[in-house]
Nanobody, 127 residues
Framework: QVQLVASGGGLVQAGGSLRLSCAPS????????MGWFLQAPGKEREIVAA????????YYKDSVEGRFTISRDNAKNTVYLQMNSLKPEDTAVYYC????????????????????WGQGTQVSVSS
């Protein structure tokens, strides 16, 4: 397991943008598959976007396709979630996650497939 530090959440009006960042503390993550999950009050944690170790394979939840972009900068040891055209229904706590033993071009979409989690960052979108 690694410690992940997430940042970038906040309050924004509908239609606005936010960029979330996540970095492992004290480690390089170039061989990790990464994911962003959200958890709304009273609901289970679910995948938003995922990216392979290589950066070549990505996955998006249907409702964010075309609005959100996951990317990674291995030189900066950081994974990003760019969120555009935000909607009130995007409101949730967002978590970054790492799978430290990953196949080069594979992404992972299940909570159980990740072994390390960040602390969560709140994203609130007002109408």
């Amino acid at each position: 397991q690694v410690q992940l530090v997430a940042s970038g959440g906040g309050l924004v009006q509908a239609g606005g943008s936010l960029r979330l960042s996540c970095a492992p503390s004290g480690r390089t993550f170039s061989s990790y598959a990464m994911g962003w999950f959200l958890q709304a009050p009273g609901k289970e944690r679910e995948i938003v976007a995922a990216i392979s170790w290589s950066g070549r394979s990505t996955y998006y939840k249907d409702s964010v396709e075309g609005r959100f972009t996951i990317s990674r900068d291995n030189a900066k040891n950081t994974v990003y979630l760019q969120m555009n055209s935000l909607k009130p229904e995007d409101t949730a706590v967002y978590y970054c996650a790492a799978r430290t033993r990953a196949l080069y071009n594979s992404y992972y979409t299940e909570v159980s497939q990740y072994d390390s989690w960040g602390q969560g960052t709140q994203v609130s979108v007002s109408s």
